[in-house]
Structure formats: structure tokens, C-alpha cells
């Protein structure tokens, strides 16, 4: 009985570590995007490495520079990941509404929702479940360092990524976009009569970014070994 006992609490234990997740699986951009839950308080509460400006907001009370730092870095994950990105955020209790407050649209930007009914950890759980009925096959993330949380995503299928390791990602994604843009505004310079509207830009902000670093790029000829367009 107690060897039985042993097992089993092993094998337990075997699954919930394969469902805590250091990284975000990268998206191809075949089949259905994975879904990103953030439980948002959570990581602006993140001192170790965290994003230094979110956290002394929320260290010092000041939840909306907290909510709008983190929704900014979770933009530029957004843009370049291919997810689909909801962050949750506790609500405020003194707000005389009897329903959760959803902004944004899940397909083409960030979603953004305030718990009213319930905490936030209870949103993205209900959430889970939600989407493990539904959709099955979709990848789902949960980005939180909480225990009890972290326990009961876990439980219902969806892998866990800690704070720590979501912001290292979220770090990554703002230096991919950097490289990525200065990439394309040398290519710009080397084309001259290559326009900025015309290298598949469609997002306002991307193109905001991508010519102002157009304008201090390099302006050098491009190497005769160099392909057509680049």
C-alpha cells in the first residue's frame, strides 16, 4: 500500500513538472494560435528581474502606471509571437458593476479584463476550463508565479510559464523587434527607391518605429555580392 502510495505521488509529481514551462513554445503560424492568459498583478508584483518601472508602481500604489507599463511589453510580445493574449487584472472592488470588463479584441490585439464577478486567478481558471472544452487542441499558457493558480491551470491542461521566465520572454520579444526593425530600415536605405509603406508593414505602430529608425539607419551602398531588394 505505501509503495503504491509512493507511485503515485511520483507520477503526480512527474506531471505537474511537465506542464511548468521555462520558455513559450515559438508559433509557426500554422493551425490555431496558443492562447496566453497573464495573471497581470502577478507580474507587475515581480522584483527580482522584473520590468523595474511596473513593479515600483505597484510597489507604491500606483496600479494604472502598473497596468499600462506591463499592457506596453505585452504589445510587443503580441505583435511579433502570433498568440493570442488576454491579461487579467483584478478589479476595483468599489466599482458598482455586476460584470467583468472586457476590452480589446482577442483576434488583432491585446485583451484586457478586469474581474468584477469573481478574483482574477478565478477568471483564468474558469478561462482554462473554458478552453479545454472548446478547443482542445489549442496550446494554453498561463504566465503567473502563484501556487494555488499555478496548481489548478495545471490541473485542467494548460502549461504554466512563472513570472520570472515570461518576462525573459517578453525581453526577448522587444530585442527581436528592435533587430528586426533595424534590419528592414538599413534594407530601406540600400533600396532607395524601396519605400517604407511597401515592405509589408501594416501595423501604424510598427511603422511609427520602423521610420524613425529608417532616418538614423546607415546610408551606405550596398555590397555588389548583395541580393536584388535587400
Not at 110 to 122: E, G, L
Request: hydrophobic fraction near 40%; aromatic fraction near 6%; proline fraction near 2%.
Amino acid at each position: 500500500r505505501a509503495y503504491e502510495e509512493e507511485l503515485a505521488r511520483r507520477r503526480r509529481e512527474k506531471a505537474k513538472a511537465s506542464r511548468d514551462k521555462s520558455e513559450l513554445k515559438e508559433h509557426s503560424g500554422a493551425g490555431i494560435a496558443p492562447l496566453l492568459l497573464i495573471d497581470g498583478y502577478n507580474v507587475c508584483g515581480l522584483e527580482d528581474k522584473g520590468i523595474d518601472e511596473a513593479n515600483a508602481a505597484f510597489r507604491a500604489g500606483d496600479l494604472d502606471t502598473a497596468r499600462l507599463t506591463l499592457t506596453q511589453e505585452i504589445e510587443n510580445f503580441k505583435a511579433f509571437s502570433g498568440y493570442r493574449v488576454v491579461v487579467v487584472w483584478d478589479a476595483d472592488r468599489n466599482r458598482n458593476k455586476d460584470e467583468d470588463e472586457i476590452e480589446g479584441d482577442l483576434d488583432s490585439g491585446v485583451q484586457t479584463v478586469y474581474s468584477v464577478k469573481n478574483d482574477a486567478d478565478s477568471w483564468i481558471e474558469a478561462r482554462v476550463v473554458e478552453e479545454m472544452r472548446e478547443h482542445a487542441s489549442r496550446l494554453v499558457y498561463v504566465a503567473t508565479s502563484d501556487g494555488a493558480l499555478s496548481s489548478l491551470v495545471r490541473g485542467s491542461g494548460a502549461y504554466v510559464v512563472n513570472a520570472k521566465s515570461f518576462v525573459e520572454e517578453l525581453r526577448r520579444a522587444t530585442q527581436g523587434e528592435k533587430e528586426i526593425l533595424q534590419e528592414m530600415a538599413i534594407a530601406a536605405r540600400w533600396n532607395k527607391g524601396k519605400k517604407i509603406a511597401a515592405v509589408g508593414v501594416k501595423d501604424d505602430d510598427v511603422k511609427r518605429k520602423l521610420m524613425e529608425m529608417y532616418k538614423t539607419a546607415p546610408s551606405m551602398e550596398a555590397p555588389a555580392n548583395a541580393p536584388k531588394g535587400a
